[in-house]
Structures are given as structure tokens and as C-alpha cells.
């Protein structure tokens, strides 16, 4: 199916806690031209080690207001295993949209259902990258950033960054029109 004919989908985003392990899932559930469901977890899989130093630096840059995921948060998150058998639950056999998620998100998610038992994900035809269909219309293959995007199609980011709904809304918000300008 063209991307452009896309009317059923689940639009997600996860964060990660400086290695690979998921601290947040963030999604948005879309019929027709509805976001007709949000879902949004945090997950406590505290960062150890020398990945601690890698996330107190990104916590600090994201800091203020409006600002990244805290330890504090993280400790009162739910388990990995809860996490990813309702995000599961939630996205059921709908399309998955998401930015540069084919290699990453994606692939977090099928090895933390292998490792946690949960069953395998069959996404067979069932992705949508935005990275991935700006390479293809643009004819560069080159990773794009979602601010880039944002810009080439005149969405609002907002303030808040690296949180993983705001950041599907903003993946949605792009794939929409990505849609109107290439139909």
C-alpha cells in the first residue's frame, strides 16, 4: 500500500536510557483522520554503568520545564515486560508509522518481546519510516532529522524534545503532510 492511501496506523516513538534500553513509549492510534487514542509509558530500566554518565548528560541538556525523563521518573515506571505487552495490545494489527525506526525502535521492540516471552511482531509490510519515504521522493537516501523534516514541510516542533509522545505527535504531524504533498 502507498503511504500516501495510509488511513489506519499507530504513529510511535520510544526514548532510551543511553544504552538501548527503553525508558519510554509513546503513541497515538489513528483512524481515518482521527487520532483517535494516545498511549504513553515510562519504563524502569535505570541506566548502569557507564551509560549513567551518558544519561545524566543528556538529562541536563534536555533539563528545564519542559525537560527529558528524570531517574525519578524512571523509578516509578512501569516494567519492561508490562510495557511491551500493552504497547502490543494497544497497536494490535494496525500499520506502524514512526521516524528512522526500522533499524532502531522497531528492532528494541521485537528483541524485548523475544527476550521478555512475549511472541514475535510481524511487521511485514506494515511500516511506514518517515525517514525512509523522504529518501525515496527526494532521491536521497541520506538520514534526515525530524526537525529537518519539520521544517521542509512547515510543522511546529514545539518545546518539548526527546519525549516520546510529543515526538510521535510531531512524526504524525509530518506524515500528514507528507501525504497532502504527495498525493
Do not use: C
Not at 521522493?137 to 526537525?147: E, F, K, R, T, V
Amino acid at each position: 500500500m502507498l503511504f500516501t492511501n495510509l488511513n489506519n496506523y499507530v504513529v510511535f516513538d520510544l526514548e532510551m536510557n543511553g544504552s538501548n534500553q527503553i525508558i519510554e513509549i509513546g503513541a497515538i492510534k489513528v483512524t481515518g483522520t482521527q487520532n483517535i487514542e494516545k498511549f504513553s509509558v515510562i519504563v524502569n530500566n535505570p541506566p548502569v554503568g557507564s551509560a549513567m554518565k551518558s544519561f545524566k548528560y543528556i538529562t541536563k541538556s534536555m533539563g528545564g520545564k519542559d525537560g527529558w525523563i528524570t531517574l525519578e521518573m524512571i523509578s516509578h515506571g512501569i516494567s519492561e515486560e508490562r510495557a511491551l505487552s500493552r504497547f502490543m495490545q494497544f497497536v494490535g494489527d494496525y500499520a506502524i508509522v514512526g521516524h528512522a525506526i526500522i533499524d532502531g525502535d522497531v528492532q528494541l521492540i521485537k528483541e524485548g518481546l523475544q527476550h521478555h516471552n512475549l511472541g514475535k511482531w510481524d511487521t511485514r509490510g506494515k511500516l511506514y519510516d518517515t525517514q525512509q519515504i523522504h529518501g525515496a521522493i527526494a532521491g536521497n537516501p541520506q538520514d534526515i532529522s525530524l526537525m529537518d523534516l519539520a521544517e521542509m514541510y512547515g510543522i511546529d516542533l514545539g518545546k518539548q524534545k526527546h519525549r516520546a509522545l510529543p515526538d510521535a505527535k510531531e512524526t504524525l504531524a509530518i506524515f500528514v503532510a507528507m501525504k497532502k504533498a504527495w498525493r
